[in-house]
């Protein structure tokens, strides 16, 4: 009963709505906002970014997620092909 409860006092702060993000340039221009409500909809900077644009932290993770993938990759490629080696 007393988990019943605890659920019913966590509803009402489960069923509050975020309010919309959105992140400015230091000139004022939007760079992001998920303001559906806004002119332009959403404004996404995939694969549209200036290389210059990057923090260290996106290079270390796009890094990692490279170097992942390519460990997996490789590890594929030595299972499939095991039956060649003498």
């Known amino acids: 009963m007393k ?3 605890f ?3 966590l509803l009402p702060a489960l069923a509050v709505q975020a309010s919309a993000v959105t992140v400015l340039d230091s000139d004022g221009s939007v760079r992001y906002t998920d303001d559906v409500a ?3 909809g959403v404004i996404s900077e995939f694969l549209t970014k200036p290389f210059e644009e990057y ?3 996106e290079g270390f993770l796009l ?3 490279l170097l992942g993938v390519c460990v997996f990759l490789w590890k594929i490629i ?3 092909f095991e039956w060649l080696r003498p």
């Open 55 to 57: 923090t260290v932290t």
């Open 63 to 65: 890094l990692f997620l």
């Open 78 to 80: 030595k299972g499939v």
């Open 7 to 9: 659920a019913l006092a």
């Open 3 to 5: 988990k019943l409860w």
């Open 38 to 40: 806004t002119e332009g």
